[in-house]
């Protein structure tokens, strides 16, 4: 039980990677504040089986574009548990649209959610990590460092997000705080599936044959590499990204040219 004792928050943790981290981190021993923001039921079936696991699960919505909505529930973490030792950013949302088709409303929610609520949360965290030697984990993705159609904001805001971890984990490290991110690959989730359409199967073909590992990452490696981020032993990784992606990033064309 790595993690009995401790509490953690991580957001978008009703589904995809974060449920996989909830209920890894939750399996673990550690009371997981389970975020959503519509998905109730699922939450709730996410804090079950982390109850089923050993550790404690605490459904906790919260409209992360919502500055108020995000300091309640940082309150309500401080008041329920009085501590907070992990926090795990990975709530994302955006509009898939090429960058002329996007609207204000589109910019402003996506950078709500990734770059402000994400700040927000860190500066609420801060206080009830002293003395804790708290972790910080933001979930970058992809298309932060590769194009990929109608993610031009959603790529943006994860590049700022990359680039606040670094500044954070300056600021927080004399604090004994610890800020990294990953920047995961494609990973087979909701989402994922929600952006390919009917083409999913297509696209998990292509990401197959373009991977040196042969296979679409799942959510729980993912999670695995994130707890890693969680424990004591990544303490000296201060303001890293590390790229989870079985190597795709590597392929340097050999698969395209039909030389892998």
Same mark, same amino acid.
């Given at each position: %039980? +790595?993690?009995?004792?401790?509490?953690?928050?991580?957001?978008?943790?009703?589904?995809?990677?974060?449920?996989?981290?909830?209920?890894?981190?939750?399996?673990?021993?550690?009371?997981?504040?389970?975020?959503?923001?519509?998905?109730?039921?699922? @939450? &709730? &079936?996410?804090?079950?089986?982390?109850?089923?696991?050993?550790?404690?699960?605490?459904?906790?919505?919260?409209?992360?574009?919502?500055?108020?909505?995000? @300091?309640?529930? %940082?309150?309500?973490?401080?008041?329920?548990?009085?501590?907070?030792?992990?926090?795990? !950013?990975?709530?994302? !949302?955006?509009?898939?649209?090429?960058?002329?088709?996007?609207?204000?409303?589109?910019?402003?929610?996506?950078?709500?959610?990734?770059?402000?609520?994400?700040?927000?949360?860190?500066?609420?965290?801060?206080?009830? %990590?002293?003395?804790?030697?708290?972790?910080?984990? @933001?979930?970058?993705?992809?298309?932060?460092? &590769?194009?990929?159609?109608?993610?031009?904001?959603?790529?943006?805001?994860?590049?700022?997000?990359? +680039?606040?971890?670094?500044? =954070?984990?300056? #600021?927080?490290? $004399?604090?004994?705080?610890?800020?990294?991110?990953?920047?995961?690959?494609?990973? #087979?989730?909701? +989402?994922?599936?929600?952006?390919?359409?009917?083409?999913?199967?297509?696209?998990?073909?292509?990401?197959?044959?373009?991977? $040196?590992?042969?296979?679409?990452?799942?959510?729980?490696?993912?999670?695995?590499?994130?707890?890693?981020? *969680?424990?004591?032993?990544?303490?000296?990784?201060?303001?890293?990204? =590390?790229? *989870?992606?079985?190597?795709?990033?590597?392929?340097?064309?050999?698969?395209?040219?039909?030389? @892998?």
């Amino acid at each position: %039980m +790595s993690f009995a004792g401790k509490v953690a928050l991580v957001t978008g943790a009703s589904r995809g990677i974060g449920e996989a981290v909830a209920r890894t981190l939750g399996g673990e021993g550690a009371t997981v504040f389970v975020h959503y923001k519509q998905r109730g039921e699922d @939450a &709730r &079936r996410v804090a079950e089986a982390i109850a089923r696991d050993g550790g404690r699960g605490i459904p906790v919505r919260a409209d992360l574009e919502d500055p108020q909505a995000v @300091a309640a529930m %940082m309150d309500r973490i401080r008041e329920e548990a009085g501590v907070l030792d992990i926090l795990v !950013a990975n709530a994302a !949302a955006t509009a898939f649209k090429p960058l002329l088709a996007v609207g204000p409303h589109n910019i402003q929610r996506t950078f709500a959610i990734t770059v402000q609520a994400f700040i927000q949360m860190v500066q609420a965290a801060v206080p009830l %990590m002293q003395g804790r030697e708290g972790k910080i984990v @933001a979930v970058s993705g992809y298309d932060s460092i &590769r194009f990929i159609p109608g993610h031009g904001i959603l790529g943006a805001a994860k590049a700022a997000m990359e +680039s606040l971890v670094r500044y =954070l984990a300056v #600021e927080l490290a $004399p604090l004994g705080i610890n800020v990294n991110a990953v920047c995961p690959g494609p990973v #087979e989730t909701d +989402s994922a599936r929600f952006y390919a359409g009917d083409r999913w199967h297509e696209v998990a073909a292509r990401l197959v044959a373009a991977t $040196p590992r042969k296979r679409v990452a799942t959510p729980e490696d993912v999670a695995r590499i994130i707890r890693f981020l *969680c424990t004591g032993d990544a303490g000296w990784l201060c303001g890293q990204t =590390l790229v *989870c992606d079985g190597g795709l990033t590597l392929d340097g064309g050999a698969t395209l040219f039909g030389m @892998a």
